[in-house]
């Protein structure tokens, strides 16, 4: 059997949050799981993917009344410390000094959180950029300041410049735990564009800058091209690159995944609208779809891959 981009993706999705028929009477202004106001905190590099989901929540329950504010990463777990938010979205997990700091204040569980969906990291380059793939493990000693290696990509003439939309982005936390697994990225390695949109500017207009953004954000941006990773499994066995796609990302075939969660302030309750808000996302049907959709792995969803012959 062949795996190929035209690999049709079967999604079994069952929908199984919901409220039964016998509703007890409550205070009209009561909060419960379906109803109330609240604001949520999302990572802004994942925004459109929640709010496409959001929708047939809001469909779903027209008297819960979730404000979307999106904001960076490190400016939500800077608030869930300090508890000023109920409830965020975020693609990335904890840097190691937020997990020592969550750990301390809020014991050794932390926040309460749940998987929604599977992101995953790619490297974004204009269609001058002379390479189609290239190997994950020299991205990540490039970005550890390792130049000799460039002698391996001889089309180069400028070497290559790294860029992430900006230092608090979980798209930078995520370079920094995925792909150099907890080194901070050499000086001179890796700027900041400011910006996603910044960002995109910069590369289409390089023949040597990388970006790195997700998957979601660029699967259907044809003014990019996303670069093929080759990498070593966890066996050490070498793994060919792969079309950045959501098949071989479900499959385990892409080397940069990336964890979206959902993390609570206060303990999952029945009338936290929060609460009600996370499991909805995390379990309903019409949600998990929604990602898949947006081009990534469902967190919960039960997938088929049917492959061609």
Do not use: W
């Amino acid at each position: 059997m062949k795996t190929t981009t035209a690999a049709l993706l079967v999604i079994l999705l069952t929908a199984t949050f919901g409220c039964g028929k016998n509703e007890v009477h409550m205070d009209a202004n009561a909060e419960t799981a379906i109803s109330g106001a609240v604001i949520v905190q999302v990572d802004e590099e994942i925004l459109s993917v929640i709010q496409a989901a959001k929708k047939h929540y809001d469909l779903a329950y027209p008297n819960a009344h979730i404000t979307i504010e999106p904001l960076s990463a490190v400016s939500i777990v800077n608030l869930l410390v300090r508890h000023d938010i109920r409830g965020a979205v975020v693609a990335r997990d904890y840097t190691m000094e937020e997990d020592t700091t969550i750990t301390a204040r809020e014991g050794i569980d932390g926040f309460p959180k749940t998987l929604l969906a599977r992101d995953a990291l790619v490297l974004i380059a204009s269609k001058k950029f002379p390479y189609d793939t290239m190997h994950a493990p020299d991205v990540a000693a490039l970005l550890r300041g390792d130049v000799k290696l460039l002698d391996r990509y001889t089309k180069l003439t400028k070497g290559i410049t790294f860029l992430v939309p900006g230092s608090s982005s979980s798209v930078y936390g995520n370079v920094v735990s995925v792909v150099t697994k907890g080194i901070t990225p050499a000086k001179n390695a890796l700027y900041s564009a400011g910006s996603k949109d910044s960002l995109v500017k910069l590369i289409r207009n390089s023949a040597n800058r990388i970006g790195f953004g997700y998957m979601s954000q660029y699967i259907n941006d044809t003014s990019v091209k996303m670069i093929r990773l080759s990498y070593a499994d966890s066996l050490g066995e070498y793994v060919s690159p792969k079309p950045v796609h959501a098949s071989y990302l479900i499959m385990g075939k892409y080397p940069f995944p990336v964890n979206i969660y959902f993390i609570l302030r206060d303990k999952a309750q029945p009338f936290s609208l929060p609460s009600g808000f996370m499991q909805y996302l995390a379990r309903d049907g019409k949600a998990q779809k929604a990602f898949l959709d947006a081009g990534i792995e469902p967190g919960y969803a039960k997938i088929e891959l049917v492959l061609p012959e």
